[in-house]
């Protein structure tokens, strides 16, 4: 089946730069999505279609994509922005959904 | 303001059934596709199913296919996931997560609803 691949973890100081990769064969035929969740919260969409940032979140997010490999960068981490991270994505059929294994961001 | 709030989650035995539901309000529900995601305690999320606006097409992760069923009544705004089989690995919070297609994402989310297996 197919998986997408996050580092477990990464941790920034406050306004560094905190940049989480996800790895997938089908990442180039197939946008990738970024959530942000909180502990005890849903999940929030803050990066959709690899790159767009929807209504509402902060523009210190960004997404890019290379390959196999997108990337969610966070300028200037604050320390609000704490949280594990996952990345989304649909397989080569378009059929099903797939999420990474998620990555927690520590902000020191 | 769109709301999902799902409820029907509880404690059930192996081999047994749950159904959960998802009442959405604040949008247009029956334009949406609509997905069931879950969280096993401690872990990551798992897409679990998707049924487009109409139920015309309808998707399974494998690991739950066979055993679980999605559907919707967009009279009611509901969304559905009938849970058979159920196994300790099943064991999450299930939530409920909407597509508006504007991002191509899962744009809204319910806060869950726990489903524990246990004998």
């Known amino acids: 089946s197919y998986e997408l691949t996050q580092p477990p973890s990464v941790s920034v100081s406050p306004g560094q730069t905190a940049r989480i990769t996800c790895s997938g064969d089908a990442l180039p035929k197939q946008y990738a999505y970024w959530y942000q969740q909180k502990p005890g919260q849903a999940p929030v969409l803050v990066i959709y279609?690899?790159?767009e940032r929807p209504s509402g979140i902060p523009e210190r997010f960004s997404g890019s994509s290379s390959g196999t490999t997108v990337t969610l960068t966070i300028s200037g981490v604050q320390a609000e922005d704490e949280a594990d991270y996952y990345c989304?994505?649909?397989?080569?059929?378009?059929?099903?959904?797939?999420f990474g294994g998620g990555t927690k961001l520590t902000v020191l | 303001e769109v709301q999902l709030v799902e409820s029907g989650g509880g404690l059930v035995k192996p081999g047994g059934s749950l159904r959960l539901s998802c009442a959405a309000s604040?949008?247009?529900?029956?334009?949406?596709?609509m997905n069931w995601v879950r969280q096993a305690p401690g872990k990551g999320l798992e897409w679990v199913s998707s049924?487009?606006?109409?139920?015309?097409?309808?998707y399974y992760a494998d690991s739950v296919k066979g055993r679980f069923t999605i559907s919707r009544d967009n009279a009611k705004n509901s969304l559905y996931l009938q849970m058979n089989s159920l196994r300790a690995e099943d064991t999450a919070v299930y939530y409920c997560a909407g597509e508006t297609g504007t991002t191509g994402g899962f744009d809204y989310w319910g806060q869950g609803t726990l489903v524990t297996v246990s004998s």
């Open positions: 049924i487009s606006s109409s139920s015309s097409y309808i």
């Open positions: 604040g949008f247009t529900f029956s334009s949406y596709s």
């Open positions: 989304q994505s649909a397989d080569s059929s378009g059929t099903s959904w797939v």
């Open positions: 279609k690899d790159s």
